[in-house]
């Protein structure tokens, strides 16, 4: 299984903060994602990646951002968070089709 | 747009019980993942599947990939506690995008 790593795990935040997700990988993957999930429900693409400099937005409208300056790092971006983003992130990572989870963030905005 | 369903939502079955999920898809795929999401925690990668007709298996369970390319299956014998979890599946599509679907939760009462 892929090395991803994902800080803070866990994170509460007052609203109206500019937040940054940290993702990492150590395996080279080209191919990276970020999800948003609510416990128990299904996963919303919010934007992905296919190599450095090339990131895309999903298809969960999403008022946060992303960069891909180096293969390894992946940073997701909320400029000003609200209660709406409460949720758990997932970032993943793939060599392929396959994807590799990371253990996720769960932000909650008061 | 292309989308990918599972049914049941959710499944309740007796320790002991068999259970089968399935996942079909409004398009033809190129290949389809299962991912295990355990309560608490993130999708984990089970397998993939990439031809017509294609049967793996992994212990007690059964993964399948239809003849046409639009539907797959989950079956697992004999359920243990263990099993407990979301199962999803992510579907590749002609446009070269993993559509994952909104899971099945399965409940397994001791």
């Known amino acids: 299984e892929a090395d991803i790593y994902q800080t803070p795990r866990y994170l509460v935040i007052g609203t109206g903060k500019k937040i940054t997700l940290e993702c990492s990988q150590t395996?080279?993957?080209?191919?990276m994602y970020w999800y948003q999930q609510d416990p128990g429900m299904e996963l919303h693409l919010i934007h992905y990646?296919?190599?450095?400099?090339?990131?895309e937005k999903g298809d969960l409208s999403s008022e946060s951002t992303v960069s891909r300056i180096r293969t390894e790092h992946f940073p997701l971006t909320l400029e000003s968070a609200r209660p709406s983003h409460t949720s758990q992130y997932l970032c993943?990572?793939?060599?392929?089709?396959?994807?590799?989870f990371g253990p996720g963030t769960r932000l909650t905005v008061l | 747009g292309q989308q990918v369903m599972q049914i049941p939502q959710y499944q309740h079955v007796q320790e002991g019980e068999d259970f089968t999920t399935y996942c079909n898809s409004s398009?033809?795929?190129?290949?389809i993942q299962w991912y295990k999401q355990r309560p608490g925690g993130h999708p984990v990668f089970l397998i993939q599947?990439?031809?017509?007709?294609e049967v793996k298996k992994q212990k007690r369970l059964t993964f399948q990939f239809g003849e046409a390319k639009k539907n797959s299956s989950l079956h697992i014998t004999a359920t243990q506690t263990t099993d407990v979890g979301t199962y999803f599946c992510?579907?590749?599509?002609?446009?070269?995008?993993?559509?994952f679907g909104p899971g099945t939760s399965l409940s397994v009462i001791p």
């Open positions: 993943a990572t793939s060599p392929g089709d396959e994807q590799f």
């Open positions: 395996m080279g993957h080209d191919k």
């Open positions: 990646s296919y190599g450095v400099n090339s990131t």
């Open positions: 398009t033809t795929l190129s290949n």
């Open positions: 599947l990439v031809k017509s007709g």
């Open positions: 992510a579907g590749k599509t002609s446009y070269d995008k993993v559509i």
